[in-house]
Every structure is written in C-alpha cells, then in structure tokens.
C-alpha cells in the first residue's frame, strides 16, 4: 500500500486540493511571474505536499527547488504561447488514457481504483486533464530546443569513463516481457440482451421513474451508482468519443438512447449545462462473455502458439497481426515500462501474478494461454515470453549501453536547454516574490536582468 500511495502522491495532492477549494477560505499569492505566467503559492504547496507524501524530507531549501523547476516550467509555457506551439485535445486524451491504464494495472481494477480514490474514473481524468496539457506542452518546447542533440557512441564512452569507478550505478534484474492478449468477444445475442434491458430502464425513466434511483440500483459502473449515477462536471475531451456525443447532444433532463462504448453500454440523462462543461448520470451494464467464447479464445491462442513454436509465424507478427492489447500490439507485444519508457522492468514495475508466472520461465520460451483482467476489468487470455533477463550488477558499457547512452544525452541536452534558458531568461520578464529573495537555488534566475 506504501508503493501505491508514492505512486499516486500526484493525483492524490490533485483530489485534495480541489475537493477542499470550496472549503477554505485561503488568499492565494503570487510567488512568481514569467512573461504572462503566473506561480501562486498553492502551486508550490501542492508540490511541497507531494513531495512529503513520498518520503521526501524537507529543509529549508526544499521550495526554493520547486519554485525553481516552476520558474522553468513557466518560461516553457511562455514560450510556446509565443511560438504558437500547442498539443491537441487528441494528445491529451491519448496520455490521459494511458496513464489510467497504468493506474489501473497498479492497483487491479478500475473499481478499486475508483474506491481508493473516493471518485470515478471520469472525475480523475477531469482533475489530470490541465496538468497533462501543461505537461505535454513542457516536453513538446524541450524537444524542440533539443531536438539536434545526439550521443555518439565516442560521447557515450567519454560519459562512462568520466564516472569514477566506485560512483557506477547498481542495476537492479530487469527483464523484457512480451505478450499477445486475446479479448474474448461477446456475443451479439448477449449485446442484444443487455440493449433490451437499458431499453426498458429508458422506458420507465420516460414514464416517471427516477433515473437516479435506477442507477443506484442497477448501474454497473460501481464509482458513480454510489452518486445515482451522476459523474460530476467534465469538459469535451475528457471521455471516450461515444459517450461524449452523446453527452453533450443532450438538453437538460432529457434522456439518452441506448449507446456503446468500450466499456459496456449506457443510457445517459443530462444534469445541467454550465458553460462549456456538462453534468450527468448514467446507467451502465456490461455485456458477459460466455464460457464458450472464452474456450474458443484458449483455443486460438493454442493454435497461434503452436505456429510461433513450429516457426510459421514469429512473435513479434503475431502480436501486431492478432494481439488486442493496443499498448503493445505494435511493439512487437512488448511491455513497456511507463516511468523510463523503455522496454526493460524491473520486478517492482512488474504486475506479482505476472511476475510469478516469469520469474523462472525460460527465454524466448512461449508460454501456454494464462488467464489475465484488462485495464478494463475484461477477463482475456495471453501468450507471455520472456525476451531478456539481466542479474543485479554494477552498471557496464557491455550490458547498460542504452541506459548510460540515454543518460549521456540527458547530460548534453540539459546542457544545450541551461543554455537556451540563460538566453531567453534575459529578454523574459522574471518577477520573484521577496520571500523567495535568499534562495541560493533561484539566484541564476535574478543575475543580469
């Protein structure tokens, strides 16, 4: 439970401090200001907060060095509204989607996602949706600044030898998983089933019922029923596609036709409308797959198993011809670790079930089907392989070369961005509140302006 709470620290800080806006009567202040962005001190608060949730302990530097990664977090923004650089909706949804993912693969369902949190997987999303713009922008102006930067293999060597020997790293086991994930589909008949039964909720809704009650009672969305189905304000881009037209289609009050998304399906009624954001409830039921239609997912995996170990088809093909897990299908089936975005996991970064069935299994060995839930709570079926494992070690050029390359880059392109903020910072205006005057973090921030 520690793990999951450090995980989290960030949404969590997010949760509590807009649950608790409406509550306190706090005067915010402005801490600092870059061009026509502005720091307030909630906003190194927060940080503050996170960074305790997570072991971290304090002195008195401690706000200096948020301040400081604000200041330039600010100027970056600053800078893209200059250069017009922007990230669309599309972008965000996508990060969005896939950081629940992760999420919800942590901790092992959406539901207990939902419980943990206290709010729906709609309202999390809500409450990330300007902190992943904002983010995606950052790392949209970085790349630009260093995208001409490259570590050869001449710079990644020089890197290597400069660290002293008792300085080098120690690598924890890593290992590199691939896998084909069959979703056994449902059958129209059960959809049909599922349709006539929102259908007839829909009926005595119309006829007088109370939607709320229904929901409650019904719903299989087990975050918002608590709520009678109701999912709070949320902007467009923050649901999937489907159930956003349909959403937003709405006038107060008025009830939805039967609608599908990947989640299931639903009927939705319209709370209110207030500004560009909308409120409402909904009635979810998800279709069952039967136990023949998993049999016949086994059974294709077998077979597909058999023709990568006869060699008519390679794993890698198989995953992007067959896999229906969109995160790895096109990556040869490979996992990727979200922290360093590579493929290699260490056993923390690993899902224990999953773990358990690869920790002995032999390279390049294909396992037989393994039970597994989606990020989606969807019973489905996969084919694991273990495609390299390393031991514990002290970090060398032979076995870490990627990993000290990524470094050596990170080196040269922090480098060429100190660069560009000495630059921008004396043609940007730079206010700093006085309180933050004594900074030794933040003095590089106030020298020639």
């Avoid at 907060?49 to 604000?70: F, H, M, N, R, S």
């Avoid at 100027?75 to 990230?87: C, E, G, P, Y």
């Avoid at 092992?108 to 419980?115: D, M, Y």
């Amino acid at each position: 439970m520690k793990k999951l709470k450090i995980l989290f620290s960030t949404v969590l800080v997010l949760i509590i401090s807009s649950s608790h806006s409406n509550a306190q009567q706090v005067i915010d202040q402005v801490m600092g200001v870059v061009g026509s962005k502005i720091i307030l001190r909630s906003d190194i608060e927060k940080q503050y907060v996170q960074l305790v949730a997570q072991g971290t302990k304090p002195d008195g530097e401690t706000k200096c060095y948020i301040l400081d990664q604000l200041l330039l977090q600010k100027l970056l923004l600053n800078q893209a509204d200059i250069d017009s650089v922007t990230v669309s909706d599309s972008q965000v949804e996508s990060e969005l989607d896939r950081r629940m993912r992760f999420y919800i693969r942590q901790i092992g369902s959406e539901e207990k996602l939902e419980e943990y949190f206290h709010t729906t997987i709609i309202e999390l999303k809500a409450e990330l949706k300007d902190l992943i713009h904002d983010q995606l922008l950052v790392q949209t102006m970085q790349s630009r600044i260093t995208k001409d930067v490259t570590a050869t293999p001449n710079d990644v060597k020089e890197y290597f030898e400069s660290i002293p020997s008792d300085s080098l790293p120690y690598i924890d086991a890593e290992m590199e998983i691939a896998q084909i994930v069959k979703i056994p589909p449902v059958s129209q008949a059960e959809k049909e089933a599922v349709k006539s039964r929102l259908e007839e909720f829909r009926k005595k809704i119309l006829a007088g019922e109370d939607f709320a009650v229904l929901a409650a009672l019904y719903s299989q969305d087990q975050g918002s029923a608590k709520k009678g189905g109701e999912l709070g304000l949320f902007d467009r881009g923050t649901m999937v596609p489907e159930f956003e037209a349909a959403a937003f289609r709405l006038k107060p009050g008025e009830v939805s036709p039967v609608i599908e998304t990947k989640f299931g399906f639903h009927i939705l009624q319209l709370i209110e409308r207030r500004g560009d954001q909308i409120n409402v409830r909904h009635i979810l039921l998800k279709p069952e797959v039967s136990d023949k239609d998993m049999v016949q997912a086994v059974h294709f995996l077998d077979s597909l198993r058999t023709q990568i170990i006869n060699g008519s088809i390679t794993f890698e093909e198989a995953a992007l011809k067959f896999s229906d897990d969109e995160d790895t299908r096109n990556n040869g089936g490979l996992m990727i670790n979200p922290e360093t975005n590579t493929t290699k996991l260490s056993p923390d970064k690993i899902d224990r079930l999953l773990f358990f069935q690869v920790d002995t299994m032999p390279l390049n060995r294909v396992s037989v089907p393994l039970a597994m839930t989606t990020s989606e709570g969807k019973t489905a079926y996969r084919l694991i392989m273990v495609k390299s494992r390393t031991k514990p070690h002290k970090a060398n050029l032979k076995d870490d070369y990627q990993k000290i390359q990524e470094v050596a880059l990170q080196e040269k392109q922090n480098k060429m961005l100190s660069d560009w903020i000495d630059l921008k910072r004396k043609s940007t205006y730079i206010s700093i509140n006085p309180e933050y005057g004594n900074c030794e973090a933040l003095r590089h921030w106030k020298s020639d302006q």
